[in-house]
């Protein structure tokens, strides 16, 4: 109770009341056990009869009471429910885990990610592909490197620089068979 002496919880079906009823300091209403009095009515809205106030206060006191009646339901059925998951040791934790798992499993099965997924193992497997031809194709060099003699790789009419330069690299067999498997890898 406020120092006034009325009941200011909203939930409460008593709002607004003094303890023992009386006249409602808010709306100038007198209250008859939770219940407006419309003899007490300062003016009733343009058009609407002594009669008709009086039906639609009753009607809105049961629609009031309907609704607290329903939120008791409700908190009941709450705390029902929390037992039961309390017993079958369904924490609130456990939950956010189960729903990020069909969360991630709905996302698997989607369309989408089908799709990202195949293009991205076909991009891999190109990929992997090229990387190996040439590799295979550096070693296949350095081995033929290796069987010349050292003297001739460093021959008057031969330079480093010649045998490192673009032109050179870019006509080489193995330069063009690298471009060729890199040119078919698309994506999506």
Not at 57 to 70: F, G, H, Q
Not at 118 to 136: D, H, R, W, Y
Request: neutral net charge; hydrophobic residues 35%; glycine residues 10%.
């Amino acid at each position: 109770m406020d120092p006034v002496g009325q009941d200011i919880n909203l939930n409460s079906p008593n709002k607004g009341l003094g303890p023992a009823g009386g006249v409602d300091s808010l709306t100038g209403v007198s209250m008859e056990g939770g219940a407006m009095g419309v003899a007490a009515v300062n003016t009733l809205p343009p058009g609407l009869t002594e009669e008709e106030a009086e039906e639609l206060y009753s009607e809105l006191t049961k629609v009031e009471e309907e609704i607290n009646t329903l939120r008791q339901v409700l908190l009941a059925k709450e705390k029902h429910s929390a037992d039961l998951k309390r017993k079958l040791g369904l924490s609130p934790l456990n939950e956010l885990k189960q729903n990020i798992t069909k969360g991630w499993q709905d996302v698997q099965t989607s369309n989408a990610y089908k799709k990202t997924s195949e293009t991205l193992s076909v991009a891999g497997q190109k990929t992997t592909a090229a990387l190996s031809t040439m590799g295979t194709a550096l070693s296949r060099k350095l081995g033929d490197m290796r069987a010349l003699p050292f003297s001739n790789s460093f021959g008057s009419n031969y330079s480093i620089r010649q045998s490192i330069s673009m032109p050179t690299m870019r006509n080489s067999p193995t330069f063009k068979s690298f471009e060729d498997k890199v040119g078919n890898i698309k994506l999506g």
